[in-house]
T-cell receptor, first 115, second 114 residues
């Protein structure tokens, strides 16, 4: 089975532009979460989507938005890009939310560079 | 607010050594704890998951333990190899108002010298 796939792998954008990142979860997984990892830090939670509904967001500005489609794939959008948005964006896929045995699987990430 | 700390931040060892990576967390109300490996510029690879009711998990040369009451987990790597060189992240899974999320430490950068 294919793992979590993210596209594109690398992206360079100019300050003020908008970007869309994409994620396809593992088949059968209905929960998708997005994380931002700045160089040298651990990933920080941005959003969780489950059954196409937003179930939570982290401490990120409204410039960040996301959605989940009927096939459970997801998009993360960032508007009005700032230099500080440069990071590795990771997508995580899991079966359900509330089971202690639920394991998260991460994609290879999208490296976003804002210049 | 949950905080996850990993010690040491970096570690360099000769090949063949056994080593221990430490992870501590401040809030014991967790669903599980996962250890991940991250190669430079890459995504996260899941190594071991320990459910909150479990004490340890083993996979090959890796053994992870969990002491929820004291807020600690350790990852033991036996007979280290140069291919083990990577950053190791621990993450605790929690829920807040129906949101399930992972809170990560900043990682331990491991270098195994041939």
């Amino acid at each position: 089975d294919a793992g979590v796939t993210q596209s594109p792998t690398h992206l360079i954008k100019t300050r003020g532009q908008q970007v869309t990142l994409r994620c396809s979860p593992i088949s059968g997984h209905k929960s998708v979460s997005w994380y931002q990892q700045v160089l040298g830090q651990g990933p920080q939670f941005i959003f969780q989507y489950y059954e196409k509904e937003e179930r939570g967001r982290g401490n990120f500005p409204d410039r960040f938005s996301a959605r989940q489609f009927p096939n459970y794939s997801s998009e993360l959008n960032v508007n009005a890009l700032l230099l500080g948005d440069s990071a590795l964006y990771l997508c995580a896929s899991s079966r359900v939310g509330g089971d202690a045995g639920t394991e998260a699987f991460f994609g290879q990430g999208t490296r976003l560079t804002v210049v | 607010k949950q905080e996850v700390t990993q010690i040491p931040a970096a570690l360099s060892v000769p090949e063949g050594e056994n080593l221990v990576l430490n992870c501590s967390f401040t809030d014991s109300a967790i669903y599980n704890l996962q250890w991940f490996r991250q190669d430079p510029g890459k995504g996260l690879t899941s190594l071991l998951l320990i459910q909150s009711s479990q004490r340890e998990q083993t996979s090959g040369r890796l053994n992870a333990s969990l002491d929820k009451s004291s807020g600690r987990s350790t990852l033991y790597i036996a007979a280290s190899q140069p291919g083990d060189s990577a950053t190791y992240l621990c993450a605790v899974r929690q829920t807040t108002s129906g949101t399930y999320k992972y809170i990560f430490g900043t990682g331990t950068r491991l270098k195994v010298l041939a």
